[in-house]
């Protein structure tokens, strides 16, 4: 008996593991230094955040579509790590937001724009 509930255990924690690899968190992209970059440096890394923040958008979309599939008779255990997934995806966006604009802001205290001329 012992053995089949440990069976059992593991055919669903297997299971979680693969509902959860179905959707992929793309990888975190590196914010150029604003200190030292190019001009073409910072449009390089804008680019590069937007189209992370648009994979990321789709993750989260799996990841909620993943966990509505489930509906309400998926375990506690399942929705929690669903929950968890999408909240650390969540907070990892911010962050990489926060880092570029920061960067984008050093950016331009070192590269100030020149005034226009009449």
Excluded: W
Aim: overall charge negative; charged content about 20%; some cysteine.
């Amino acid at each position: 008996m012992r053995a089949l509930t440990s069976c059992l255990v593991a055919a669903v924690a297997m299971g979680f593991a693969n509902a959860s690899v179905a959707c992929e968190q793309p990888a975190a992209v590196l914010v150029p230094d604003g200190k030292t970059a190019t001009r073409e440096a910072m449009l390089a890394g804008q680019a590069q955040v937007r189209t992370y923040q648009t994979a990321m958008d789709e993750f989260l979309a799996c990841i909620d579509a993943e966990l509505a599939a489930e509906g309400e008779q998926a375990p506690d255990e399942f929705k929690s790590l669903m929950v968890s997934r999408h909240n650390a995806a969540v907070a990892e966006m911010e962050g990489v937001a926060a880092a570029f604009n920061e960067q984008l802001r050093a950016f331009r205290a070192a590269n100030p724009t020149p005034p226009a001329t009449n």
